[in-house]
T-cell receptor, first 111, second 115 residues
Framework: SQQGEEDPQALSIQEGENATMNCSYK?????LQWYRQNSGRGLVHLIL?????REKHSGRLRVTLDTSKKSSSLLITASRAADTASYFC???????????FGTGTRLTVIP | DAGITQSPRHKVTETGTPVTLRCHQT?????MYWYRQDPGHGLRLIHY???????DKGEVSDGYSVSRSKTEDFLLTLESATSSQTSVYFC??????????????FGEGSRLTVL
């Protein structure tokens, strides 16, 4: 079974608006990562947040982690058409070496 | 961009035929992974390797085998392809495990269609 599940499955916003997508997971983790995938391409790492961190920023990205609720959110501020992509969260399960990916949120930013 | 090359990028084959996908890296990363991506399922781990000749199964390993005889190459073999193995296959590499915060670098994918 998958470790992470993203919500919503699809999101459509206007350029300049903020986009928020959520990830829920099932077991304790050491860290959580977010990846982006443009259509027809491989995934690209965006940001990592460790289990002892609550919030992390990278450019227009803000990630939060609530280990008590087993959830994370990715906020993209001031979205651009180029942000159109699918976004995936990936978690390790404590004691495991691998990352487990969710089903992704497909973001469409309308110019 | 990380030096990861997948081949072939596209392949159409018939049920029952063997298929081998190749992943080649120039980064000298220790860990290599094969994932498959299907609509509604996200990415699922097939097999991974933590060193030359050291491999292990992932969550969807049935019908697949792997080999890693050199650091730079990780082969995924479908011994007898089935239509359920129609998918996009991604190779990924990392220099640390996911549990220790290793970032995965992905190839561009190999689209396999089994008729």
């Amino acid at each position: 079974s998958q470790q992470g599940e993203e919500d919503p499955q699809a999101l459509s916003i206007q350029e300049g608006e903020n986009a928020t997508m959520n990830c829920s997971y099932k077991t304790s983790i050491n860290n959580l990562q977010w990846y982006r995938q443009n259509s027809g391409r491989g995934l690209v790492h965006l940001i990592l947040i460790r289990s002892n961190e609550r919030e992390k920023h990278s450019g227009r990205l803000r990630v939060t982690l609530d280990t008590s609720k087993k959830s994370s959110s990715l906020l993209i501020t001031a979205s651009r058409a180029a942000d159109t992509a699918s976004y995936f969260c990936a978690t390790d399960a404590t004691g495991a070496n691998n990352l487990f990916f969710g089903t992704g949120t497909r973001l469409t930013v309308i110019p | 961009d990380a030096g990861i090359t997948q081949s072939p990028r596209h392949k159409v084959t018939e049920t029952g035929t063997p298929v081998t996908l190749r992943c080649h890296q120039t980064e000298n990363h220790r860990y290599m992974y094969w994932y498959r991506q299907d609509p509604g399922h996200g990415l699922r781990l097939i097999h991974y390797s933590y060193g030359v000749k050291d491999t292990d199964k992932g969550e969807v390993s049935d019908g697949y085998s792997v080999s890693r005889s050199k650091t730079e190459d990780f082969l995924l073999t479908l011994e007898s392809a089935t239509s359920s193995q129609t998918s996009v296959y991604f190779c990924a590499i990392s220099d640390a495990t996911g549990g220790s915060g290793g970032e995965l670098f992905f190839g561009e994918g190999s689209r396999l269609t089994v008729l």
